[in-house]
Protein backbone atom coordinates (compact mmCIF):
# COMPACT_ATOMS: atom_id res chain seq x y z
CA UNK A 1 0.00 0.00 0.00
CA UNK A 2 3.05 2.46 0.22
CA UNK A 3 3.01 1.93 -3.17
CA UNK A 4 0.00 3.03 -3.97
CA UNK A 5 0.20 5.62 -1.68
CA UNK A 6 3.40 7.18 -3.19
CA UNK A 7 1.62 6.97 -6.68
CA UNK A 8 -1.28 8.80 -5.59
CA UNK A 9 1.18 11.57 -4.30
CA UNK A 10 2.93 11.79 -7.40
CA UNK A 11 -0.17 12.19 -9.11
CA UNK A 12 -1.34 15.04 -6.65
CA UNK A 13 1.82 16.63 -6.84
CA UNK A 14 1.45 16.53 -11.06
CA UNK A 15 -1.98 17.57 -11.04
CA UNK A 16 -1.14 20.34 -8.16
CA UNK A 17 1.44 21.79 -10.46
CA UNK A 18 -0.79 21.71 -13.31
CA UNK A 19 -3.51 23.30 -11.85
CA UNK A 20 -0.98 25.91 -9.52
CA UNK A 21 0.72 26.95 -12.24
CA UNK A 22 -2.19 28.92 -14.56
CA UNK A 23 -3.00 30.31 -11.45
CA UNK A 24 0.14 31.52 -10.28
CA UNK A 25 0.51 33.44 -13.39
CA UNK A 26 -2.66 34.93 -12.88
CA UNK A 27 -1.27 36.31 -9.50
CA UNK A 28 1.62 37.19 -11.11
CA UNK A 29 -0.37 39.36 -13.61
CA UNK A 30 -2.83 40.50 -11.07
CA UNK A 31 0.43 41.74 -9.13
CA UNK A 32 1.53 43.39 -11.99
CA UNK A 33 -1.68 45.31 -12.93
CA UNK A 34 -1.85 46.49 -9.26
CA UNK A 35 1.84 48.20 -9.39
CA UNK A 36 1.38 49.52 -12.54
CA UNK A 37 -2.46 50.89 -10.85
CA UNK A 38 -0.09 52.24 -8.12
CA UNK A 39 2.23 54.27 -10.39
CA UNK A 40 -0.82 55.40 -11.96
CA UNK A 41 -2.36 56.72 -8.69
CA UNK A 42 1.04 57.92 -8.01
CA UNK A 43 1.21 60.10 -11.05
CA UNK A 44 -2.52 61.39 -10.34
CA UNK A 45 -1.61 62.74 -7.08
CA UNK A 46 0.99 64.47 -8.49
CA UNK A 47 -1.77 65.86 -11.14
CA UNK A 48 -3.89 66.69 -8.13
CA UNK A 49 -1.16 68.21 -6.18
CA UNK A 50 -0.40 70.22 -9.20
CA UNK A 51 -4.19 71.40 -9.64
CA UNK A 52 -4.59 72.41 -6.31
CA UNK A 53 -1.47 74.74 -6.03
CA UNK A 54 -3.06 76.31 -9.87
CA UNK A 55 -6.43 76.60 -7.85
CA UNK A 56 -4.71 78.92 -4.89
CA UNK A 57 -2.89 80.64 -7.41
CA UNK A 58 -6.25 81.33 -8.89
CA UNK A 59 -8.17 81.89 -5.88
CA UNK A 60 -5.21 84.62 -5.22
CA UNK A 61 -5.75 86.19 -8.02
CA UNK A 62 -9.18 86.42 -8.48
CA UNK A 63 -9.20 87.96 -4.95
CA UNK A 64 -7.22 90.41 -6.64
CA UNK A 65 -9.58 91.12 -9.46
CA UNK A 66 -12.49 91.33 -6.55
CA UNK A 67 -10.26 94.31 -5.11
CA UNK A 68 -10.14 95.89 -8.61
CA UNK A 69 -13.83 95.54 -9.16
CA UNK A 70 -14.12 97.11 -6.13
CA UNK A 71 -12.04 100.20 -6.89
CA UNK A 72 -13.30 100.01 -10.46
CA UNK A 73 -17.36 100.47 -8.96
CA UNK A 74 -15.99 103.24 -6.57
CA UNK A 75 -14.45 105.21 -9.72
CA UNK A 76 -17.34 104.61 -11.84
CA UNK A 77 -20.03 106.00 -8.52
CA UNK A 78 -17.41 109.41 -9.15
CA UNK A 79 -17.72 108.93 -12.94
CA UNK A 80 -21.54 108.77 -12.48
CA UNK A 81 -21.53 111.72 -10.19
CA UNK A 82 -18.99 113.75 -12.40
CA UNK A 83 -21.72 113.33 -15.12
CA UNK A 84 -24.36 113.71 -13.16
CA UNK A 85 -22.93 117.61 -12.46
CA UNK A 86 -21.81 118.11 -15.77
CA UNK A 87 -25.37 117.50 -17.23
CA UNK A 88 -27.07 119.73 -14.66
CA UNK A 89 -24.36 122.36 -15.49
CA UNK A 90 -25.62 121.14 -19.37
CA UNK A 91 -29.12 122.13 -19.05
CA UNK A 92 -28.10 125.36 -16.98
CA UNK A 93 -26.40 126.46 -19.69
CA UNK A 94 -29.34 125.22 -22.83
CA UNK A 95 -32.13 126.80 -20.49
CA UNK A 96 -29.94 130.20 -20.15
CA UNK A 97 -28.68 130.06 -24.09
CA UNK A 98 -32.79 129.47 -24.73
CA UNK A 99 -33.51 132.90 -23.48
CA UNK A 100 -30.67 134.27 -24.85
CA UNK A 101 -32.15 132.90 -27.91
CA UNK A 102 -35.79 134.01 -27.53
CA UNK A 103 -34.41 138.01 -25.96
CA UNK A 104 -32.38 138.21 -29.49
CA UNK A 105 -35.55 137.29 -31.74
CA UNK A 106 -37.24 139.91 -29.34
CA UNK A 107 -34.47 142.55 -30.28
CA UNK A 108 -34.19 141.52 -33.82
CA UNK A 109 -37.80 142.25 -34.05
CA UNK A 110 -37.66 145.28 -32.64
CA UNK A 111 -34.98 146.40 -34.45
CA UNK A 112 -36.88 145.87 -37.83
CA UNK A 113 -39.64 147.66 -36.23
CA UNK A 114 -37.40 150.68 -35.47
CA UNK A 115 -35.78 150.79 -38.91
CA UNK A 116 -38.93 150.63 -40.13
CA UNK A 117 -40.48 153.70 -38.69
CA UNK A 118 -36.98 155.49 -39.30
CA UNK A 119 -37.52 155.07 -42.80
CA UNK A 120 -40.88 156.57 -42.33
CA UNK A 121 -39.74 159.56 -40.59
CA UNK A 122 -37.04 159.88 -43.17
CA UNK A 123 -39.64 159.80 -45.88
CA UNK A 124 -41.96 162.54 -43.62
CA UNK A 125 -38.74 164.51 -43.19
CA UNK A 126 -38.31 164.86 -47.22
CA UNK A 127 -41.43 165.22 -47.98
CA UNK A 128 -41.95 168.36 -45.66
CA UNK A 129 -38.33 169.67 -46.69
CA UNK A 130 -39.65 169.45 -50.18
CA UNK A 131 -43.28 171.31 -49.47
CA UNK A 132 -40.66 174.02 -47.06
CA UNK A 133 -38.27 173.63 -49.89
CA UNK A 134 -35.24 173.47 -47.29
CA UNK A 135 -32.23 171.64 -48.74
CA UNK A 136 -31.44 168.59 -46.29
CA UNK A 137 -27.58 167.31 -46.27
CA UNK A 138 -26.30 164.30 -45.41
Known sequence: MPEVTEKIRTIFREEGVRLIEPLSKAIQRTQ?????????????????????SDVSGLK??????????????????????????????????????????????IMRTELSVSKYRLDRHEGWISKLAEKTKLKLSH
Open 32 to 52: DDILYIKNDVSGLKGDVSSLK
Open 60 to 105: SDMSGVKVDISYLKSDMSDVKDDVTGIREVVDSHTVTLDGMAGSLE
